[in-house]
């Protein structure tokens, strides 16, 4: 399997292209704000990108996703539930001093536990709402490999200050969800550094309880 991070735009965002490297079969998570390295990426390697998936409808995980779709035609998958956050994307851009990224439409809406195909790569839709309301992570159980966005980090966990945040919730998502996979899967975050499950449970000081 191909996978690469690109930290895009103004709030660092983490995207992943993932791809089976023999069908050249591809998806896009999370494509952020001023998405060229991300986008030369997939001209470069002949990428067929199937599908765009946004873990959740920050403005900062989402902005470029035009972009990426006019190059590669791919429809654009989200969960339901951040539907009412994908439409403020004005008031987020007001929050943050950043143009209002155009709308693209949401194509397929992703359930709890559907396993999408990418040639020989399977990512599997997990629920882990708290950071945003329709939040989502994708689990790569044959690559050891979480994509999990703005739910863990290293050393710490996704905010839930901002509208449709919920602390307990998240809490929820994490211990259910996440720290029940085996302690060697790769973390992907959706800022900053990867991690493990094994070091965030022994270490997080927000999961220490």
């Not at 007001?94 to 992703?110: D, N």
Request: proline share 7%; charged share 20%.
């Amino acid at each position: 399997m191909f996978h690469r991070v690109f930290t895009l735009g103004q709030l660092q965002c983490n995207a992943s292209l993932l791809g089976d490297e023999e069908t050249r079969e591809a998806v896009v998570i999370d494509p952020g704000e001023q998405p060229r390295a991300l986008i030369d990426a997939i001209r470069d390697g002949e990428w067929r990108v199937k599908e765009i998936l946004f873990t959740h409808a920050h403005i900062d995980h989402v902005a470029g996703a035009l972009e990426v779709q006019q190059l590669t035609g791919a429809p654009v998958a989200m969960h339901p539930a951040d539907l009412g956050l994908y439409d403020s994307l004005a008031e987020q851009a007001a929050w943050i001093g950043m143009p209002t990224p155009p709308r693209v439409e949401i194509a397929h809406w992703l359930e709890e536990g559907e396993v999408l195909e990418c040639g020989s790569v399977r990512l599997k839709v997990l629920f882990t709402p708290g950071h945003a309301p329709g939040h989502v992570s994708f689990y790569l159980a044959d690559q050891a490999m979480i994509v999990s966005a703005d739910v863990l980090f290293r050393a710490s966990i996704g905010r839930t200050d901002l509208p449709g945040g919920n602390h307990s919730q998240l809490l929820e998502s994490i211990r259910t969800q996440l720290l029940v996979l085996p302690d060697e899967t790769r973390v992907i975050p959706g800022h900053g550094p990867a991690t493990t499950i094994g070091l965030e449970r022994r270490t997080n000081p927000f999961l220490a309880d």
